[in-house]
T-cell receptor, first 113, second 113 residues
Framework: EAGVTQFPSHSVIEKGQTVTLRCDPI?????LYWYRRVMGKEIKFLLH????????ESGMPNNRFLAERTGGTYSTLKVQPAELEDSGVYFC???????????FGAGTRLSVL | KQEVTQIPAALSVPEGENLVLNCSFT??????LQWFRQDPGKGLTSLLL?????REQTSGRLNASLDKSSGRSTLYIAASQPGDSATYLC????????????FGKGTRLSVIA
């Protein structure tokens, strides 16, 4: 069975451009999470979907970030317009149960120049 | 606000040694605690999950303990091998399954052959 898949694995864009990250969770996992790690800091929570609904988006830094999960399957995270401080590694995770083990993807490394 | 600290930040040991990685958290009202491993350029691999009612979990050469009242968890690795070299992350979930994981910065482990 496939794990959590994220792409692209690496994205390099210029400040002001738009980037869309995609996450495919493990099949059948209703819970999908986005996290981010910026240089030198710990991994921090961005938001949580249960199926197609946003359960918790308290970690989203500002309104330049937009996450969607249409149909409750894959999810996208769009950054528009990107700023230098958005650089980091964006992780996606999924779980079958809300309090259960979270399975992580390999992450997307975003570099904003 | 929950904060997770992992000490040491980096650790180097000779092959065959037993070792302990430490994790502490400021708010003892946790739902569960999860230990992860991250290899360079890869995603996070879940190692062990301990529910708040549990004292320890074991998987092969790994043993994780939890002392909720003192806000501490340890990950014990027996008979370390070069393949154990990775960054080990501790993450706690606050007092319900609906809350996100709060991560420490990790301990970077090197096992020297």
């Amino acid at each position: 069975e496939a794990g959590v898949t994220q792409f692209p694995s690496h994205s390099v864009i210029e400040k002001g451009q738009t980037v869309t990250l995609r996450c495919d969770p493990i099949s059948g996992h209703d819970n999908l999470y986005w996290y981010r790690r910026v240089m030198g800091k710990e991994i921090k929570f961005l938001l949580h979907f249960v199926k197609e609904s946003k359960q918790d988006e308290s970690g989203m830094p500002n309104n330049r970030f937009l996450a969607e999960r249409t149909g409750g399957t894959y999810s996208t995270l769009k950054v528009q317009p990107a700023e230098l401080e958005d650089s980091g590694v964006y992780f996606c995770a999924s779980s079958q149960d809300r309090g259960g083990i979270q399975y992580f993807g390999a992450g997307t490394r975003l570099s904003v120049l | 606000k929950q904060e997770v600290t992992q000490i040491p930040a980096a650790l180097s040991v000779p092959e065959g040694e037993n070792l302990v990685l430490n994790c502490s958290f400021t708010d003892s009202a946790i739902y569960n605690l999860q230990w992860f491993r991250q290899d360079p350029g890869k995603g996070l691999t879940s190692l062990l999950l301990i529910q708040s009612s549990q004292r320890e979990q074991t998987s092969g050469r790994l043993n994780a303990s939890l002392d909720k009242s003192s806000g501490r968890s340890t990950l014990y690795i027996a008979a370390s091998q070069p393949g154990d070299s990775a960054t080990y992350l501790c993450a706690v979930r606050r007092n319900s399954g609906n809350t996100p994981l709060v991560f420490g910065k990790g301990t970077r482990l090197s096992v020297i052959a």
